[in-house]
């Protein structure tokens, strides 16, 4: 009977401790399952603060401007309708060119996250990343390299040109008036008598930092510049029997409109640079003018 008292005793205690341990597991699947209800929930609230934000909704604002207009540009026939095809042409990338030069700086200036010079900064850097470097940029490349009529491709030529004068402009991207609130953060409106005051005015560290900014933004201009005149200027773009004379000119003067300001480009960088880097740039260039 003692045998039979210990066995019983034995199994109750198994069986509690088989009950115990259930039970906490019960718990922990129960705490598991919490976690996993939450974290559609934590998604859900950044998607919806994603699609809040002010600045996020400008850029696709933006961007959907720009790929209406460059839509349009797409199914042109590419011969006059109304009026020279040039023109045509001219008018219908007018927009983008607005969108690019001008309004995105100002989306960027407007809405912008954060505190201070810092968070203007980084507005415009993802705002021109996202409207100028990833769309405007590479599309109107692509039109320049494969696009089979010549009057789009010299009007995407034309565009680089039109599009490097007009981010020179106050306010624009590659403005070069001096002062904290010139350039793309800023109106870009310095009136000449504080003029050196608000160059003095300026910290050196925020001048050199968003002096190198302009820099990069005009080299890649450049190279996308560059890179659509040499694509339209190869024998058969502009030569052939289907290409207007008018076509042919606009093209070739601006793809040599080019030339100039990239030799500026590279004479900046010679000077920006020291001794050793300066040599470096300074003898392929004197090779590829004298070829």
């Not at 609230?45 to 349009?72: C, F, Q, S, Y």
């Not at 390299?145 to 491709?153: C, G, L, N, V």
């Not at 070739?252 to 300066?278: E, M």
Request: aromatic share 4%.
């Amino acid at each position: 009977r003692s045998n039979d008292r210990r066995r019983e005793g034995g199994r109750r205690e198994s069986i509690e401790d088989n009950l115990a341990s259930y039970t906490g597991q019960q718990e922990d699947d129960n705490v598991l399952s919490d976690d996993d209800n939450a974290a559609p929930d934590m998604q859900s609230e950044v998607d919806d603060v994603e699609k809040e934000d002010p600045l996020l909704l400008a850029i696709d604002d933006l961007e959907g401007r720009v790929v209406a207009a460059l839509d349009d540009v797409k199914v042109h026939p590419g011969i006059r309708t109304t009026g020279p095809v040039a023109e045509e042409l001219a008018t219908l990338l007018r927009p983008v060119l607005e969108v690019a030069a001008h309004t995105a700086p100002s989306v960027a200036r407007t809405y912008y996250r954060g505190v201070g010079a810092e968070g203007v900064e980084a507005s415009c850097e993802d705002v021109y990343q996202r409207v100028v470097s990833d769309l405007v940029l590479p599309v109107l490349l692509e039109m320049a390299q494969s696009d089979t009529i010549p009057a789009k491709r010299g009007a995407s030529l034309e565009f680089f040109r039109q599009l490097w004068k007009e981010c020179h402009k106050p306010g624009s991207w590659l403005d070069l008036s001096p002062g904290a609130n010139a350039g793309p953060y800023g109106s870009g409106q310095t009136s000449g008598k504080h003029h050196h005051h608000q160059q003095q005015n300026q910290p050196r560290a925020q001048y050199k930092r968003r002096q190198a900014k302009r820099m990069a933004r005009e080299g890649e201009i450049l190279r996308y510049w560059v890179q659509a005149s040499i694509a339209c200027t190869l024998p058969g773009v502009f030569t052939d029997e289907a290409a207007e004379s008018a076509i042919a000119a606009r093209g070739i003067i601006a793809a040599s409109a080019s030339i100039r300001p990239s030799l500026k480009h590279i004479a900046q960088r010679i000077r920006d640079t020291d001794d050793r880097g300066a040599n470096r740039i300074y003898g392929p260039v004197m090779k590829m003018v004298e070829g």
